[in-house]
């Protein structure tokens, strides 16, 4: 399929998001099959055919893995729509971090000047493609980690902020700026502010899931939406508005977590709904959860079985390699095979509209 990047790469983007997002269907609905987690999604709809930026409190490090199983309830073609922001070390992970290179997702280096330029190449490839993401973005920059909240702790007694309980404070000159830009290519017409909240036990890390089988029993999200016309339009005052909506999220929390566990719940939104998987859905779920792991079991028995799986793991490693020293990830050759293509009129046809 790389071949394709070289020969239409407008195509290949829109094949490799098809691919990656009914991936992740599986990794999301494993946390419901094997730990037993329910996830319960009410509110506004998050809709896929529109550009927005999704914000969410990023209380644990798994807050992602539940948060697909929660986008697939709502409408599974968000899987294929949804882009993350996340941490840049992932890109380097064998395998997932390859993944999520050649679906565009970005790496921040958690420093706004290593970043910013970064950020703007990606946004600005997302409105060249005229493909319509929903960009994931955690304003607290990380996960709510005791060192974390320390940190979040110290920076606002040298602010003269409030401490917060149950969130870290938001990182704003990030969120601003990336606002700023999608507004400037005209490719937002969202924000959709999604709150997290456990009902029972809040398990921190991935570690604790994999090693010791720990995981949360109900995961609630609630989602609000605000067209980015109601949003402001200045610097300081879109900084505000979030320093506020924190603010708001802090005391929502507060009334979420002090409630008897069996009953935990957040409110819905005016014209928002709770969503559930409808027969189909439910039925689409388990099969691909069943095509991935056999798929991922043969693959596994081929690497160490046929020397030219063998062989063909090692070029694949060396192809990354080269491609993240030369161009610094997949997702910027992709980019740069774009920009190319676009130049000479050869960016390649995009393929027929699936409909919904």
Request: hydrophobic share 45%.
């Amino acid at each position: 399929m790389v071949i394709l990047l070289f020969i239409k790469p407008l195509l290949w983007r829109k094949l490799l998001d098809r691919l990656v997002g009914i991936w992740v269907i599986m990794p999301g609905a494993l946390s419901n099959f094997l730990f037993g987690a329910t996830i319960r999604i009410k509110g506004d709809f998050i809709k896929h055919e529109e550009p927005a930026l999704i914000i969410m409190n990023h209380r644990t490090r798994l807050d992602w893995l539940f948060f697909w199983n929660a986008l697939y309830k709502m409408d599974p073609w968000l899987c294929t729509t949804e882009k993350i922001s996340l941490k840049g070390i992932l890109k380097y992970v064998p395998g997932a971090g390859w993944a999520m290179q050649a679906a565009a997702y970005i790496f921040l280096d958690r420093s706004f000047e290593m970043d910013k330029t970064k950020l703007d190449k990606i946004l600005d490839y997302y409105a060249a493609t005229e493909y319509k993401y929903q960009l994931l973005l955690f304003p607290e920059g990380t996960d709510k980690c005791p060192k974390a909240t320390e940190r979040s702790h110290q920076f606002a007694e040298k602010k003269g902020l409030t401490h917060y309980q149950y969130l870290l404070h938001p990182r704003v000159t990030g969120f601003v700026h990336i606002v700023q830009a999608m507004r400037k290519s005209d490719n937002i017409k969202y924000i959709y502010d999604v709150t997290i909240g456990f009902g029972d036990a809040i398990v921190q890390s991935e570690v604790d899931l994999v090693a010791h089988g720990a995981c949360p029993k109900e995961i609630y999200y609630q989602v609000i939406k605000y067209p980015i016309e109601s949003i402001p339009r200045s610097d300081e005052a879109l900084g505000l508005w979030l320093v506020n909506l924190w603010k708001q999220k802090e005391e929502k929390l507060r009334k979420f977590y002090e409630m008897p566990r069996n009953v935990r719940q957040f409110e819905d939104t005016p014209d928002g709904m709770e969503y559930e998987l409808d027969n189909n859905t439910d039925a689409a779920q388990k099969w691909l959860i069943g095509f991935w792991c056999f798929t991922t079991v043969f693959w596994i028995f081929m690497f160490f079985e046929s020397a030219f799986m063998f062989y063909w793991a090692v070029l694949a490693c060396i192809f990354y390699t080269v491609v993240h020293k030369v161009y610094g990830g997949l997702e910027f050759l992709s980019i740069d095979r774009f920009i190319h293509a676009k130049q000479y009129g050869v960016v390649g046809q995009e393929p027929p509209i699936l409909t919904t």
